[in-house]
């Protein structure tokens, strides 16, 4: 093994891992291959759901995210296993040179067989990636009284102005039965998922707090936590009246389903201009 000192008589006064370690920090680089190919796939099938393409286009992106989870499950358990082994070797400082590769087989294959489903749920891409497209189908999904979703809704709205101008809004109010109310009203209530409450702007990059359900701009809520954690303080929920005070890194999520439903949104406002 390169970089290890051994005597004359077989035994060794320490073993140098720096060739292992090396290797190590390689394979982790990987992990950011796996975790590109879960975006792309993620992001594809979201597209698929949202143009209504066939459901077996959309399995196969489900299935492409079951083996990047799997890739990932496995990335990770051989990575603890040869760390183990690493460790091990470290803290007992053996006298005669072990069987590393047998030690690292051997902690891998006890990872391996505690494999289960319920691993899934532990890869946040991968649980993302379910929620989202749920989420996904039923705002896409029409509804039983033969009416539209909420995307097609603001779609309608759009074309609607566009088309008609001050009749397509008259034509609004009377289909909502909110004729009388304020225009700018009427707008404003169709944009208010879209909107930050901290900058208060069309959100261009939103993430969902897994812990609370509130959206922000990902900038935003980032640069919120990292002033209050500066100031040894804990970061509330800038959403009003959310009881959450406690929003951490590790609770944000990339919202794309939002993401598209505002890009979407913003196309069809720039083809009424």
Request: aromatic share 6%; proline share 3%; net charge negative.
């Amino acid at each position: 093994m390169p970089g290890r000192s051994t005597s004359s008589s077989g035994s060794t006064g320490f073993i140098s891992f720096s060739g292992v370690e090396s290797a190590l920090s390689s394979l982790k680089n990987f992990q950011s291959c796996i975790s590109s190919g879960m975006d792309t796939a993620y992001s594809v099938a979201l597209g698929l759901v949202e143009t209504q393409t066939e459901v077996s286009s959309e399995y196969s992106m489900d299935k492409a995210m079951v083996e990047f989870a799997m890739m990932d499950r496995e990335l990770n358990h051989y990575l603890k296993a040869v760390q183990s082994t690493i460790n091990h070797v470290k803290e007992e400082r053996p006298e005669e040179i072990p069987d590393l590769k047998l030690l690292v087989e051997e902690k891998f294959s006890a990872l391996q067989n505690k494999n289960s489903d319920a691993d899934f749920q532990n890869n946040e891409k991968f649980t993302q990636f379910k929620q989202q497209l749920k989420e996904l189908k039923k705002q896409l999904k029409p509804k039983e009284d033969g009416g539209h979703n909420d995307f097609d809704q603001i779609k309608d709205k759009d074309a609607s102005r566009a088309g008609n101008g001050r009749d397509g809004l008259q034509a609004d109010r009377e289909a909502d039965g909110t004729e009388g109310v304020d225009e700018d009203m009427i707008v404003t209530q169709s944009q208010t998922n879209f909107i930050c409450p901290i900058t208060q702007l069309e959100m261009k990059k939103p993430v969902k707090n897994k812990v609370c359900g509130h959206t922000y701009e990902e900038e935003a809520i980032v640069r919120m936590i990292e002033s209050k954690h500066r100031r040894k303080k804990k970061a509330c929920c800038p959403k009003i009246g959310c009881s959450h005070t406690d929003v951490r890194m590790s609770d944000l999520i990339q919202d794309e389903v939002l993401r598209r439903a505002i890009e979407s949104h913003k196309k069809k406002r720039r083809q009424s201009d």
